[in-house]
């Protein structure tokens, strides 16, 4: 590498120090300095393309102009206020417009958070308290956040979930669908949806339905491996859910605002949630978590049952209004769209060529680049995405993995073409640089990731 890193160097040696490395997933040695639209400086001046949008958090890039004016507009007027105590315009003004673009024809209420965690943490309360139930099912390889409840929910990674128990009780986890590594081998062709037979016989033998609350699914896998379910998939377990008065939850923490090529993950799926889980990309950075959902659902707890000092932060407030503005006033939505399909069609073309690429997979701009020893076998080659992602983070570009082995593709919506090909011409050059055995085995030592 001829770049100089000596000062994001010295800022990871004083992370060590005193940081908490429980909090820690590092991929490369970035300190970030700046950021413009889909780049990134570092704390040496060295420059990146952006193809993570701080894990989606992202979708209207760095420093929006009216994103930045807003919040400093704001920032002068007054910082926070207790919100359950008192009322404000920028609320008001935001609430309505998330209710009005959420999926569901009928009525809703909305609560804000501060994090995705909390969010989750919420509807399980929320889901509890409606149906007088405590189960709640989710999937396998599902992260939903690190709060007890979010813990509780999330089933990726047993380092989360070691030391701290007890975790939530009955939260049961089932298989997410994942056609590419279909457990029953099928084919689309001769598909049976055999895996909703977990569900089904779960149902059967050991988990009462009139005893679940709640099914909490992300409409795309996200660090599962940026899964896509089968409709088929999706239309059956809502008509399960309907069937047996469960709540049909969806957490589009990571795919909402756009992301998905349309405002949220689910509507790719014409399915109305009885409860959307919202955060990340819903402030452009700024923390910010929503729960919205059926209005007598909302309203089956009495306060002060989900209140936080920090929650509704007028300028999360006025950040996430700028934020609905941008993705409109720049058709993110439509953006999210083709060039999605432009990056796929790109990693399919790089897929005939290297064996090492077993799917590629995704929607809008959320896309997962599945590597593998073998195609046929399907095995998951994880030393090959820390060392990929290494190089391109060594060669200009911010791409990380999930899932031990799937390149995580989901840049800031603003990114143009050039930048994606830039990237993807890196990245495919840090394929190749792999495949000649030219990245050394020390990368694994630094690159860990999820
Ligand atoms: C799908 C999903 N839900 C919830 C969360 C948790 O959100 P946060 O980290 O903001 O608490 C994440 C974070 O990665 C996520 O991807």
Known sequence: MNKNIDKCKSIVEKDK????????????PLAVKKGQGA????????????MLASAAMLNTGHCHPKIVEAITNQAKDFVHYIYPYVYHEPLVELAKQIIDITPGNFEKRIIFGLTGSDANDGMIKFARAYTGRSKIISFIGSYHGSTYGAISLSALNLNMRRKIGPLLPEIHHIHYPDCYRCRFEKKECNCNLECINELENAFKYYLAPEEVAAILIEPIAGDAGFIVP?????????????ENGILFVVDEVQQGFGRTGEWFGIDNFNIEPDMVVLGKSIASGMPMSAIVARKEIMESLDAPAHTFTGTANPISCKAAIATLQV??????????????????SRFREMQKKYEIIGDVR?????IGVDLVKDRTTKERDANAAAKIC???WENGVLVTFVSSNVLRIQPPLVINKEQIDISLDIIEEAIKSYLNNEIS??????????
């Open 39 to 50: 780049i990134i400086e570092d704390a040496d001046g060295n420059q990146y393309i952006d």
């Open 17 to 28: 120090e005193i940081y908490a490395q429980a909090g820690k997933l590092p991929y490369f």
């Open 390 to 392: 290494y190089s391109a």
């Open 362 to 366: 995704g929607v809008g701009m959320t």
């Open 327 to 344: 993705i409109r006033e720049e058709k993110l939505i439509e953006r999210s769209k083709t060039l999605g399909e432009y990056m796929k």
């Open 230 to 242: 089968p409709k088929k998939y999706m239309d059956k377990l809502y008509s399960i859910c309907k």
């Open 441 to 450: 085995d020390e990368v694994l030592e630094i690159s860990k990731g999820w």
